[in-house]
């Protein structure tokens, strides 16, 4: 995984993005690439190369994409950099072509060619799939046909150069589309030309669980089962499913967020310590720590879906009457489960994982809660009662971490409080402006499969969620919608808890 800020620029490339003019491209791509630009970390030599179905010519691709850029960076009252932004545009060129058709690939092996001769890329060419997933397999294989992934074979550059792709989510609907997805990519590619972008592995305070736990000396004696009590992983998003119904109909909050996002915080929360920071290295601990999870059954998840309510000071409709959602639809907006990890670290250490849409509110937390003192030495306060000892790393927002631990109120008497030491990330470091993409596609640019999942990883975690897939599936949930638009999820969730005589952290 690279540290930024050490770094130096990566080798000249050429960078494909097809679906240049998708939310992606604009939103995320070209808007990291800025940001790389003014930390001194886009290539010395690039060229971009935008691949989509309508006609126009590169201005015209450049000039909507600075209009996006201007807006996204209106939000921090900034204004575009000229001179950045021609370090940019400079490099963009647009190829109008359908992304199934040959002749699509054979231009853009001429362009490559001809961009590769005249701004000396070394034959190096990052290919991302900024596309609706229907179009990764098409696309690869196309690659492949073409001859385009493969550097030994390639006339772009007689000296070879890299070749590597970049996969966006969703990977795969289930166990086995995402191993037909694999077989594809496989086909004409190694497994180290292939990058899954999981985005929450490109947030810094997702990254940052790994410095905790394996930079201090503190943690890792009481990172176990001895000390921990539980765990509880909240993706909590207030945002309904906006524009994205016919997305999320064919979806819902389980495919969409668990194999992924959630179990991604799992991994960096849960596996065992790296001998390196190697790619390699990692990956491997993850990919053990998966193979740890025990099934899930039925009776460990819980789903649910939201109704009519308030978020914040705003009235908001039901999931069933949102455009493109069908009016009976039994589509899960929220999904919650009890993992326990088959290893000696976790023995006996259930970890809770909940996400919805419309919650309370928007947040995204470990909380890592410690066993109780061992003896009721406040006579007055039964060990039971007093408050736990937690420690939450805040992803977002207001990323940090806070431990949560008891303390005497001043005065005669001897009465406990839970009281908050905190950090916040804003306080300590001033965070170069970034969209979350910047390190994701610099670590593809230098070649750091580190923060991407491995076909392995990705068909384990597909494994795990399949039966819950299939028996959800086959069973009409009885109460839909289960829970209200501003509320903290269904009742039920709250119940997996219960049966362990536990109870979920609030949403704040
Ligand atoms: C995406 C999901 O992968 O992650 C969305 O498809 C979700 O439904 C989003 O809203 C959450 O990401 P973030 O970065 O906004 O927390």
């Given at each position: 995984?690279?540290?930024?800020?050490?770094?130096?620029?990566p080798?000249?490339?050429?960078?494909?993005?097809?679906g240049a003019n998708?939310?992606?491209?604009k939103?995320?791509?070209?808007?990291?690439?800025?940001?790389?630009?003014?930390?001194g970390l886009?290539?010395?030599?690039l060229?971009?190369?935008?691949?989509?179905?309508?006609?126009?010519?590169?201005?015209?691709?450049?000039?909507?994409?600075k209009?996006?850029?201007?807006?996204?960076?209106?939000?921090?009252?900034?204004?575009?950099?000229?001179?950045?932004w021609?370090?940019?545009?400079?490099?963009?060129?647009?190829?109008?072509?359908?992304?199934?058709k040959?002749?699509?690939?054979?231009r853009?092996?001429?362009l490559l060619?001809?961009?590769?001769e005249?701004?000396?890329?070394?034959?190096?060419?990052?290919?991302?799939?900024?596309?609706a997933?229907?179009?990764?397999?098409?696309?690869?294989?196309?690659?492949?046909?073409?001859?385009?992934?493969?550097?030994?074979?390639?006339?772009?550059?007689?000296e070879?150069?890299?070749?590597?792709l970049?996969v966006?989510?969703?990977f795969?609907?289930?166990?086995?589309?995402?191993r037909?997805?694999?077989?594809?990519?496989?086909?004409y590619?190694?497994?180290?030309?292939?990058?899954?972008?999981?985005?929450?592995?490109?947030?810094?305070?997702?990254?940052?669980?790994?410095?905790?736990r394996?930079?201090?000396?503190?943690f890792?004696?009481?990172?176990?089962?001895?000390r921990?009590?539980?765990?509880?992983?909240?993706?909590?998003?207030?945002?309904g499913?906006?524009?994205?119904?016919?997305?999320?109909e064919?979806?819902?909050?389980l495919?969409?967020?668990?194999?992924n996002?959630l179990f991604q915080l799992?991994?960096?929360?849960?596996?065992?310590p790296?001998?390196?920071?190697?790619?390699?290295?990692?990956?491997?601990?993850?990919?053990?720590?998966?193979?740890a999870i025990?099934?899930?059954t039925?009776?460990?998840?819980?789903?649910?879906?939201y109704?009519a309510?308030?978020?914040?000071?705003?009235?908001?409709?039901?999931?069933?009457?949102?455009?493109?959602?069908?009016?009976?639809?039994?589509v899960?907006?929220y999904?919650?489960?009890?993992?326990?990890i088959?290893?000696?670290?976790?023995a006996?250490?259930?970890f809770?994982?909940?996400?919805?849409?419309r919650?309370?509110k928007?947040?995204?937390?470990?909380?890592?809660?410690f066993?109780?003192?061992?003896?009721?030495?406040f006579?007055e306060t039964?060990?039971?009662?007093?408050?736990?000892?937690?420690?939450?790393?805040?992803?977002?927002?207001?990323e940090?971490i806070?431990?949560?631990?008891n303390?005497?109120?001043?005065?005669?008497?001897?009465?406990?409080?839970s009281?908050a030491?905190?950090?916040?990330?804003?306080d300590?470091f001033?965070?170069?402006?970034?969209?979350g993409?910047?390190?994701?596609?610099y670590d593809?640019?230098?070649?750091?499969?580190?923060?991407f999942?491995?076909?392995?990883q990705?068909?384990?975690?597909w494994?795990l969620v399949?039966?819950?897939?299939t028996?959800w599936?086959a069973t009409?949930?009885?109460?839909?919608?289960?829970?209200?638009?501003?509320?903290?999820?269904?009742s039920?969730?709250?119940?997996?808890?219960a049966?362990?005589?536990?109870?979920?952290?609030r949403i704040?």
């Amino acid at each position: 995984m690279s540290t930024i800020s050490h770094k130096s620029p990566p080798p000249p490339c050429a960078m494909v993005i097809f679906g240049a003019n998708g939310d992606l491209t604009k939103r995320l791509i070209v808007p990291a690439l800025y940001n790389l630009a003014r930390t001194g970390l886009l290539p010395k030599s690039l060229a971009l190369i935008g691949v989509d179905h309508n006609k126009k010519t590169s201005q015209e691709w450049s000039g909507g994409v600075k209009e996006f850029l201007a807006q996204i960076l209106a939000k921090n009252s900034e204004e575009i950099d000229d001179a950045l932004w021609q370090q940019v545009a400079s490099c963009m060129t647009f190829l109008s072509g359908d992304f199934e058709k040959p002749d699509t690939y054979a231009r853009l092996k001429d362009l490559l060619a001809d961009l590769d001769e005249k701004r000396g890329l070394g034959g190096n060419v990052l290919f991302y799939m900024a596309v609706a997933d229907r179009f990764f397999a098409t696309i690869a294989g196309k690659l492949g046909e073409a001859g385009l992934v493969s550097a030994e074979a390639s006339s772009i550059n007689k000296e070879g150069g890299f070749r590597r792709l970049i996969v966006e989510k969703p990977f795969g609907h289930d166990l086995a589309s995402a191993r037909a997805l694999n077989a594809c990519l496989l086909k004409y590619l190694k497994e180290e030309q292939i990058y899954r972008i999981d985005h929450f592995l490109g947030k810094e305070t997702v990254q940052n669980i790994m410095a905790l736990r394996f930079a201090n000396g503190l943690f890792e004696p009481i990172w176990n089962r001895d000390r921990i009590d539980h765990v509880q992983i909240t993706v909590a998003e207030s945002i309904g499913v906006e524009t994205r119904g016919k997305f999320y109909e064919a979806t819902g909050a389980l495919r969409d967020m668990v194999p992924n996002h959630l179990f991604q915080l799992v991994a960096m929360t849960a596996m065992e310590p790296p001998v390196s920071f190697d790619a390699e290295d990692i990956r491997a601990k993850k990919a053990e720590m998966f193979k740890a999870i025990h099934p899930l059954t039925l009776s460990d998840v819980v789903r649910g879906q939201y109704d009519a309510g308030i978020v914040g000071d705003e009235r908001v409709k039901a999931y069933r009457t949102e455009p493109n959602v069908a009016p009976e639809s039994a589509v899960e907006t929220y999904a919650a489960m009890r993992l326990t990890i088959d290893n000696w670290r976790w023995a006996g250490v259930p970890f809770y994982l909940r996400t919805g849409k419309r919650l309370a509110k928007r947040t995204t937390e470990i909380a890592i809660r410690f066993k109780q003192a061992p003896y009721a030495l406040f006579r007055e306060t039964p060990v039971e009662e007093l408050d736990a000892d937690w420690l939450i790393l805040r992803v977002q927002p207001d990323e940090g971490i806070r431990l949560r631990f008891n303390a005497k109120r001043p005065g005669p008497a001897m009465a406990l409080e839970s009281v908050a030491m905190e950090f916040k990330y804003k306080d300590y470091f001033k965070q170069a402006p970034a969209v979350g993409y910047e390190t994701l596609i610099y670590d593809c640019l230098i070649g750091d499969a580190t923060l991407f999942q491995r076909a392995d990883q990705v068909e384990a975690a597909w494994a795990l969620v399949e039966p819950v897939l299939t028996g959800w599936a086959a069973t009409t949930p009885r109460h839909f919608p289960n829970y209200a638009a501003g509320s903290e999820g269904p009742s039920a969730a709250n119940d997996l808890l219960a049966r362990d005589g536990r109870s979920w952290r609030r949403i704040n």
